[in-house]
């Protein structure tokens, strides 16, 4: 099975740098995605990481250690329209499905 | 092109009735994933499925049932409901390679059904 934790709330001001915190205790692996959920809307895909190392995609950067069971998503110059709720999830080896983490809860104050 | 689309949005259904859920995936996708999302409990996998066949189920009680038609449309099903399933149930379609596990496609979730048991 998986274990996957993650802060539960996170604030921070506009134009600042979060980082939300991942671990995970799996049986396998075969990567890990971050979400992003607004109230009352469906999750969307953010990124993926499988190998180790930094994936950056705009203001948004993902990183993954494997031999630590610990991934990060770094969100840069903040903006209030990224208060939401961001999933770590990871995918079991010869798995098909996703376990997800509770999820954080960031707030972005002006 | 267009997303995946759940029906209904909404439902509210009284304890012992049951329910079916519709997913429709992207065009394309064959491989469709349902959730269940709680605020206590947060995402949880139901079942997965892949060209009408189920490859992976979750941890729920066998009132939860699901299928999979040729044109890869899902139904999800719950009987006699308990005011415990009351949630946010999602679909989520992906694009995985033939016969083995996903690599890195990910998953595109529908906006999901609010179902209510009172």
């Known amino acids: 099975g998986q274990n996957i934790d993650q802060p539960t709330e996170m604030t921070a001001t506009e134009g600042a740098i979060v980082q939300i915190n991942c671990t995970y205790q799996?049986?396998?692996?075969?990567?890990l995605f971050w979400y992003q959920q607004h109230a009352g809307e469906a999750p969307t895909f953010l990124s993926y990481n499988v190998l180790d190392g930094l994936e950056e995609k705009g203001r948004f950067s993902s990183f993954l250690s494997r031999s630590k069971g610990y991934s990060y998503l770094l969100l840069k110059e903040l903006q209030m329209k990224d208060s939401a709720s961001y999933l770590c999830?990871?995918?079991?080896?010869?798995?098909?499905?996703?376990?997800f983490g509770a999820g954080t809860t960031v707030t972005v104050r002006a | 092109k267009a997303g995946v689309t759940q029906t209904p949005r909404y439902l509210i259904k009284t304890r012992g009735q049951q329910v079916t859920l519709s997913c429709s995936p992207i065009?394309?996708?064959?491989?469709v994933s349902w959730y269940q999302q709680t605020p206590g409990q947060g995402l949880q996998f139901l079942f997965e499925y892949f060209s009408e066949t189920q490859r992976n189920k979750g941890n729920f009680p066998g009132r939860f049932s699901g299928r999979q038609f040729s044109n890869s449309r899902s139904e999800m099903n719950v009987s006699t409901l308990e005011l415990g399933d009351s949630a946010l149930y999602l679909c989520?379609?992906?694009?995985?390679?033939?016969?083995?596990?996903?690599?890195?496609?990910?998953?595109?979730f529908g906006q999901g059904t609010r179902l209510t048991v009172v």
């Open positions: 799996t049986s396998g692996f075969n990567g």
């Open positions: 065009s394309g996708h064959r491989s």
């Open positions: 999830a990871v995918r079991g080896y010869n798995d098909y499905k996703l376990s």
């Open positions: 989520a379609s992906s694009l995985p390679r033939e016969g083995g596990p996903m690599s890195n496609t990910e998953a595109f």
